[in-house]
């Protein structure tokens, strides 16, 4: 898939799993946040190297992923808060942003995580962190802090939606009845907005700051 590749080029940390849980993609970035190389972890179960748990420390990752659960009963995703374990038995506590790209079938589908690290986890909301005053301030206010707000058309904030759910260019040029010209014309000034340079970062950033 070509979405995939932006994976790569990016500086966001992720990773992404297949429909049984099997890491198929781990990006630099997500190795230096948790340690793990990837010649180590694809193929594995995630649940098996992330040992993902909850805030207040219940286990969360496991053999029957409540995730791929929603993805199948296609349930919407919204962001959440976990804790991992990394490759020297440390734990971070991370926010991570789910992308399900249908592969061949709608029940064959890759999961791409991209994950932001949080400094503190405020156990309440699950998604705070201290300012310089020690007030507790959102994940979303940390990371948009000082930027100016988005105003996408509603022609662009639908073929966003369209490259969340995975869809290629040449599916949203059939979708939307428009020329491929004018998707591409869309799609820069989308990242232009959001002043990013891969179709992934956007999302990414969308979802972050509930664009879509």
Partial sequence: MAILEDIIDTTESAFASNRNGRIVDWNESVERLLGHASSDVIGRHCFEVLDGKDIFGNRFCHYRCAVRCMIRRHEP???WQLN?????????NVLVSAIV???NTPSDFIVVHVLKPIVSADVESGLGAPDKQGNRISVDVLEEEGTCPVELTAREAEILQLLAAGSTTQEIVRLLCISEDTVRTHIRNILNKLNVHSRLQAVCLAIRRRLI
């Fill in 77 to 79: 995703l919204n962001h």
């Fill in 84 to 92: 991992y374990r990394t490759a020297s038995s440390d734990r971070i």
């Fill in 101 to 103: 790209l249908n592969n």
